[in-house]
């Protein structure tokens, strides 16, 4: 037997392999494979996609909310049809996805959608989607350096974009102002919101992070708690129940919709039917239909302003302009009017985890010191030898005292 055999035979299989060369590795490593997820829409793909499958969508300019929504559900890998950064503004949804290491293959075309099918086993091999043997869609890997050097150009064209934005808004204000800034018909409410703090939570980019630091301000204060669509999915999440759920309900799930909160269901101003009315009506349930133009945040906000609430604070909510290209609105009229008759009740906690780390306080110090000395303590009074050396100790100190003539 040679010597490679007898050390083969005495290290079992811990004799080392040939290694593969880079490109070798690097193609190993860019192959991922699961079930296919698809969906045209982004938010209903978040609602069925599974850990581990491969999600395939159409979504030009992937925002930085629909990033996190995916970023969560955590699949193998995720497929656009379309441009994840066009240019237009610097979006933060394909950094997002990138840094929670989800590989994304990009502008793969609208008739990869015809060419997948919902379960079909796909394989992602570098820039290509394979399956059952065959390549049926090729597009672009993003890498972090790429997705930068995009986002670089689009930051060049912000002014563009800016300037366009400011003329859709001003628009707005001229034919729309009456409408805008004019009360809304209060629905008759259950819960009273007057001389009670209001928490408006939307579920935007970062909203998981500013709950979670507002959880002693709902401790405390005990708000009036208004969803915004899914941010009803959000505040259960995280142990609370909605008071109320505000907005065109396409984004909550059932489970929220039915968790016993009043509904309040936007409708157009132009008498259109509404797809929130419809769903409610298909599921059994009741809501109050309020005609108000604006957004479902803005329509949350001025029921607090109106109800009486004391402060409003607002939980991933939308006002930069990246934050509306990001929600595909051409101008914020309705929001800045709506900021600028709520602002001074008006606190918003977007950033807030990113703001300060709060310092621990002395009780709380104080209750972890007594935690930690407890057992000691048991452990020494329950001790015979521990007893004993203290017993001895004390002996040695008071010989030494008297001695030293202080006792």
């Given amino acids: 037997m040679g010597l490679k055999q007898r050390l083969s035979s005495m290290l079992g299989n811990s004799w080392p392999q040939p290694r593969r060369d880079g490109a070798a590795r690097a193609r190993a490593a860019s192959r991922v494979a699961g079930p ?18 491969i999600a395939v969508l ?71 989607l394979w399956v059952d043997g065959a390549a049926v869609a090729r597009g672009e890997r993003l890498t972090p350096e790429l997705v930068e050097e995009r986002l670089a150009r689009a930051r060049h064209n912000l002014g563009r974009e800016l300037a366009e934005f400011s003329r859709n808004t001003l628009e707005f204000l001229e034919r729309e102002t009456d409408v805008a800034v004019g009360d809304l018909p209060m629905p008759p409410l259950k819960v009273s919101l007057r001389h009670r703090p209001a928490l408006v939570v939307v579920r935007g980019e970062g909203y998981k992070r500013d709950l979670q630091w507002v959880q002693p301000f709902i401790r405390e204060r ?57 769903r409610l009506e298909e599921l059994g349930l009741t809501g109050h239909a309020l005609a108000a133009p604006g957004t479902s945040e803005d329509l949350a906000m001025l029921l607090a302003y109106q109800g009486g609430a004391t402060v409003i604070v607002a939980v991933g909510t939308h006002f930069s302009l990246v934050e509306f290209l990001d929600k595909r609105r051409a101008g914020m009229a309705s929001t800045f ?35 930690a000395l407890l057992p000691i303590l048991v452990v020494v009074f329950n001790s015979p030898p521990l007893q004993r050396w203290l017993g001895l100790l004390g002996m040695g100190i008071e010989v030494w005292l008297r001695r030293h003539g202080l006792r």
């Fill in 337 to 371: 009017l709506t900021r600028l008759k709520v602002g001074s009740i008006l606190v918003d906690a977007k950033g807030l985890s990113r703001l300060y780390r709060p310092d621990l306080s002395r009780g709380l110090l104080l209750t972890l010191l007594l935690s």
């Fill in 36 to 53: 296919v997820r698809l969906d045209r829409r982004t938010k209903d793909l978040c609602r069925r996609l599974k850990r581990g499958e």
């Fill in 222 to 278: 005990q708000p009036v708690l208004i969803a915004v669509d899914g941010g009803a999915d959000a505040l259960l999440e995280a142990g609370h129940k909605p008071h109320l759920i505000v907005g065109d309900m396409d984004s909550a799930s059932e489970a929220a919709l039915r968790c016993g909160a009043e509904l309040i269901v936007q409708t157009y101003t132009d008498g259109r039917p509404s797809p929130g009315l419809q």
């Fill in 58 to 128: 159409d979504h030009p300019d992937l925002d930085g909310a629909a990033a996190e929504a995916l970023a969560e559900r955590g699949p193998a890998a995720v497929v656009n049809a379309a441009l994840s950064v066009t240019g237009r503004y610097p979006n933060h949804g394909p950094s997002i996805l990138l840094e929670a290491g989800i590989p994304l293959l990009d502008a793969c075309g609208p008739e990869l959608f015809e060419r997948l099918k919902e379960g079909q086993r796909a394989e992602l091999r570098g820039e290509e």
